[in-house]
């Protein structure tokens, strides 16, 4: 079996088809060549370039891999050609083994205009669909959302009239990006609900299991974040909700005579209503806790499937609670900007299983990564997908948060802090929680509060540090660096944090160690411990003990530390700076690497702060790089289909111009 995908769900694919004595085929694009995903298969294909549409969405070269490589069936994961209903014909009229619902179901459903309105003729509760051309004040806030496709690309919240033009215009650019089909509609826009969505099982002979409900409200971007099953609002509303939405989600599957694994998304209100959504005719990223809660390998029942066979017995049910968080290479505190780079060190202590159901109480990691793998910016950022499974709700919540915060990662920025933070927080443990949550909460807020405090991390960092550098000492390498057996200045060291510069003056004395300045919030800190990977401190009479990792991303060294309280990632500041490399102020420099698609700004142009600059186009998501300051724009340095490194120079902002037009205004330069 060929799977069409790449990264953590090939492997995910793969784990079961090997359970099974099946052999299996990869394909992989030239930005994959190291891939794990790779290494897993027992053959693999390779698609020449980088892209998504120049390889996993080129459904030809798939076929024509599946044929060179001798294989029977292909399975198409989530995401790319999954939800294609020309890809799944294709492959069926290639001679080959169509792991998924037939094209038919596939059409229906992936048009999210025609299942609507198929979803509203079976007696399932939708919203209206709107025409972009006829939205009116009446109407707003409205959501523009890809007719393919899903993932939280292609959608957009709308809130005045006057944005709909460019909503609807960037929401078709990114689904054409990312699904190959650029048609968009909009809907009314609900503020507030909970995401439920019911994982479905059809067989051929014309059975539908529905296996039970997740809970997938904590979003960010209209991307899940964390998902559970079962879901906290169906609990507390009792029995009678679950059975409405059970019941729709197998009336949904059945209107389109379903075939294979496939999901029905609703949301639903506090008081129990739901509407449809949208079905996803695949297998869903968060489908490890139906497994978990239920015990059967949906991978597996996906296979079963598409050979012809019966679901036997008495419909499923579940048993405990599962809890799945999203390890993303992101920053939260910054927009949710996608972050790139070399991926050093990821280590879960805690993980017990992968690519498998975890015992009671235990944690499952599924990765498409692995040490020394490069997160690059042609994909989605999700580096891993860590798994509870427990008794209880409140259990679940607390041993995945407690192995998150244990985990060793060493590279690009994540939002590890974030998410410990949420699994942690009274709204989420109390299961009230809804679609709101990263509006009410500020996600740089609740990540600071799950890391380690700044100034205590940069100690722990110079403490270490000065023992790595009395480490190659050829005498006294006992004696701590800067010792003075008579009085002597503080030595310093600095460190930067995000755009912050720390610095940490401290000496040792026959007293012990004496701080120039203590950590905030704390009283007093006393040193016991001091080695490179090992500092032990005793603040404020409590003693508390911190490991050390470093590693370097080109000329920028960093500093890991992380304690029980959590972790925090420093950069080491140099001695001395070299004058040329400072950024003069009001500089915009690229958050990442990615392609620009739209400029709205020339040289000369006044700007408000906040105002619109320019998009890059990262990750099949498109990101805006706004003004820092109200200026004027001095210098432009990239037109549209430029593509750009991290760090680039944009454009430059002047807070205090000399002669400006004051009646400029912005104009768009796009082609």
Not at 130 to 139: K, Q, R, T
Not at 261 to 289: I, Y
Not at 299 to 304: A, K, S, T, Y
Request: charged content about 20%.
């Amino acid at each position: 079996m060929l799977v069409a995908n790449r990264g953590e769900i090939a492997r995910r694919v793969f784990a079961t088809c090997r359970r099974r004595g099946i052999a299996t085929v990869a394909v992989y694009s030239d930005a994959d060549t190291d891939s794990p995903h790779v290494d897993d298969a027992d053959a693999a294909v390779r698609l020449a370039g980088t892209t998504p549409a120049e390889t996993y969405l080129r459904g030809d070269l798939v076929i024509a891999a599946a044929h060179r490589a001798g294989a029977d069936a292909i399975h198409p994961g989530y995401g790319f050609l999954s939800e294609n209903a020309e890809f799944a014909a294709a492959v069926q009229a290639a001679g080959l083994i169509w792991i998924g619902p037939e094209p038919r179901a596939i059409r229906l459903m992936g048009s999210k205009v025609e299942s609507k309105q198929l979803m509203a003729e079976a007696g399932v509760p939708v919203l209206d669909r709107l025409d972009p051309a006829g939205i009116s004040a009446a109407h707003l806030p409205v959501l523009v959302k890809a007719s393919a496709g899903g993932g939280g690309r292609g959608m957009r919240i709308v809130r005045t009239l006057d944005e709909v033009g460019a909503a609807v215009g960037s929401a078709s650019r990114e689904a054409a990006a990312s699904f190959g089909d650029p048609m968009v509609f909009c809907e009314r826009y609900l503020e507030a609900g909970h995401h439920i969505e019911v994982q479905v099982m059809g067989d051929a002979h014309g059975t539908v299991w529905a296996l039970g409900e997740r809970e997938c409200s904590l979003q960010r971007r209209h991307q899940k974040v964390i998902e559970e099953a079962p879901s906290p609002l169906v609990e507390h509303l009792g029995g009678d909700l679950r059975a409405r939405l059970l019941t729709a989600a197998r009336n949904a599957a059945a209107a389109v005579d379903y075939r294979g694994a496939g999901t029905v998304e609703f949301l639903a209100d506090d008081r129990g209503r739901f509407w449809f959504l949208e079905m996803n005719t695949r297998l869903q990223v968060e489908h490890p806790v139906t497994e978990s809660v239920t015990g059967l390998d949906l991978v597996g029942l996906q296979l079963d499937m598409a050979a012809g066979l019966a679901l036997h017995g008495a419909e499923p049910t579940m048993t405990g609670h599962s809890i799945e968080a999203r390890l993303y290479a992101e920053d939260p505190a910054h927009d949710w900007q996608p972050q790139s780079g070399t991926l050093h060190l990821l280590e879960l202590p805690d993980a017990t299983t992968s690519f498998a159901i975890p015992e009671e109480h235990g944690i499952r990691l599924d990765s498409g990564v692995r040490d020394g793998s490069v997160v690059g910016v042609a994909y989605d950022p999700m580096l891993a997908k860590v798994i509870s499974r427990a008794p209880t709700r409140d259990e679940a919540a607390r041993e995945l948060a407690g192995a998150l915060r244990r985990a060793r990662i060493h590279g690009p920025t994540t939002n590890r802090d974030l998410l410990v933070a949420s699994l942690l927080h009274s709204d989420y443990l109390s299961g009230a929680a809804d679609t709101r949550f990263y509006t009410q909460h500020d996600p740089a807020g609740l990540a600071s509060a799950a890391a380690l405090e700044p100034t205590l991390g940069a100690l722990v960092a110079a403490l270490a540090d000065a023992a790595l550098d009395r480490a190659d000492a050829a005498v006294l390498q006992g004696i701590p660096s800067g010792f003075r057996n008579v009085p002597g200045g503080f030595q310093r060291r600095g460190y930067t944090v995000r755009a912050d510069e720390l610095v940490v003056g401290y000496r040792h004395t026959r007293r012990g160690l004496e701080l120039e300045r203590l950590p905030a919030g704390t009283g007093s800190v006393a040193l016991l411990v001091a080695e490179p990977d090992r500092v032990v401190l005793e603040v404020d009479g409590i003693r508390r003990r911190y490991t050390v990792g470093r590693f370097a991303s080109g000329d920028v060294s960093s500093v890991v530390v992380q304690g029980a309280e959590g972790s925090i990632t420093l950069q080491g500041v140099p001695r001395f700076t070299d004058p040329s490399t400072r950024v003069p102020t009001g500089t915009l420099l690229a958050p990442m690497p990615g392609t620009v698609v739209r400029v709205a700004a020339a040289a000369g142009t006044r700007v408000a702060v906040g105002q619109p600059l320019l998009w890059l186009e990262a990750m099949k998501m498109e990101h805006l790089v706004a003004a820092p300051t109200a200026g004027v724009v001095t210098h432009l340095s990239v037109v549209v289909g430029q593509q750009v490194d991290q760090g680039t120079t944009l454009a430059v902002v002047d807070a205090a111009p000399t002669e400006t037009d004051p009646d400029q205004t912005t104009e768009d330069t796009t082609p």
